[in-house]
């Protein structure tokens, strides 16, 4: 197997790689040899991969957006009405 090295790297990149890695509970070399067989071999996200993307893409939004209040609570006052 061969080893890769990559010089001046960009800062936003990498800060977003690593981002990545760290929700896919990967290294940030094992993240960047994923996403390298994602988009050059066009392997499909196993079924673990692809939970992973939609819990990071969920804690995205509600990072910008925050979450709603359960609506278990907003029904029960409902139906007290």
């Given at each position: ?23 896919h509970h ?56």
């Amino acid at each position: 197997m061969h080893a890769l090295q990559i010089r001046n790297f960009p800062d936003e990149l990498y800060e977003k790689l690593k981002k990545q890695a760290k929700s896919h509970h990967r290294s940030l070399a094992g993240e960047a040899l994923s996403v390298l067989e994602q988009h050059l071999l066009g392997s499909p996200l196993s079924r673990d991969a692809l939970f992973n993307e939609i819990a990071g893409v969920r804690e995205e939004i509600a990072q910008q957006y925050g979450t709603a209040d359960s609506s278990v609570s907003l029904i029960r006052e409902d139906r007290q009405r």
